[in-house]
């Protein structure tokens, strides 16, 4: 985040967390604020790093819809794609 978007997410939203816990907020697609002592910090959790899924567990998925799909090929699908999950999705999900 840069500028005035970081400068709200830092000073306005996360401060806002201290009276509504019940709020949840997902930074995702950005760096995630350091909450080192800042007056929000008692109320944010660890950061969670998301990873894309790895090839086996598109096998599994694409396996449901395809019963002789092999690893080797969504091992290539993979690289081919990048790990892009919408187009994963569309080569291993169910036929349109």
């Known amino acids: 985040m840069a500028g005035e978007a970081q400068q709200w997410v830092e000073k306005s939203l996360l401060q806002s967390l ?9 930074v995702a697609g950005q ?4 909450a080192t002592g800042a007056v929000w910090a008692a109320v944010a959790c660890p950061v969670v790093q998301v990873e894309p899924p790895p090839p086996a567990d598109w096998y599994d998925y694409g396996k449901r819809h395809r019963a002789n799909l092999k690893l080797t090929d969504v091992e290539t699908a993979c690289d081919l ?16």
């Open 31 to 34: 760096q995630v604020p350091d």
């Open 81 to 96: 794609a990048r790990g892009k999950a919408s187009l994963l999705a569309q080569l291993l999900g169910p036929a349109a």
């Open 18 to 26: 201290i009276r509504a816990t019940w709020l949840r907020v997902v």
